[in-house]
């Protein structure tokens, strides 16, 4: 499941969207391991959101729990997010060799408003945007190529998928506040597609 993790794009997006289908999909595991990919349903109503089912069952992955139905957002909850994406605006074509992960901050909508008008506009009821805990302004948050990784909350002892990466506000790596789907928008749509 992914936002971001397919690359289309003009102005036919939501042709593409449609005609998306499991052919033309790989997933790469551990950098050289290709899993065949049986079905993708893509979300009906837009948004970048699709599930993926694989083949096989991929045995390095750590599983992450999907928020109970009816959670609200995770606002204020100190995550962990990760990717793949690069390491430094001065590179944005060459991807970290390794999974970086980095402790962040979900914001409240008034404080991702206020960040995201900045740069373009109000955030959806859709996302939600973190950042570093003490400052958006830090170097350490996302980056090129992190798009459709995760953000994480511990919940009760467990991680649970809070947001899935989907942009942010600055074009330098690091800074600015990330912008993600908020998963607890999607559950209703998750459990019915999976159950």
């Known amino acids: 499941m992914g936002s971001h993790c397919h690359a289309l794009c003009g102005e036919n997006y939501a042709d593409q969207l449609e005609e998306l289908d499991s052919n033309r999909i790989t997933i790469i595991v551990d950098g050289t391991n290709p899993v065949t990919v049986e079905k993708v349903v893509i ?62 901050r979900i914001f409240t909508k008034d404080e991702c408003d206020k960040e995201m008008k900045k740069s373009f506009g ?14 958006p302004n830090n170097r350490d948050g996302i980056c090129y190529g992190d798009s459709g990784g995760p953000v ?17 506000t600055n074009s330098t790596c690091g800074s600015g506040l990330g912008l993600a789907v908020d998963t607890t928008r999607f559950i209703t749509f998750i459990t019915d597609t999976i159950t």
């Open 43 to 104: 979300y009906p109503y837009g948004f970048d959101f699709a599930l993926v089912k694989t083949k096989a069952a991929i045995l390095s992955a750590v599983p992450l729990c999907l928020p109970e139905i009816g959670t609200s957002t995770f606002i204020n909850f100190n995550v962990t997010v990760a990717g793949w994406g690069s390491t430094g605006s001065d590179v944005p074509k060459q991807r970290s060799q390794c999974l970086k992960v980095v402790e962040q």
């Open 122 to 135: 109000k955030v959806l009821p859709r996302h939600i945007c973190f950042s570093s805990p003490s400052s």
């Open 152 to 168: 994480m909350a511990r919940v009760d002892g467990s991680w649970t998928l809070a947001g899935i990466i989907s942009g942010g």
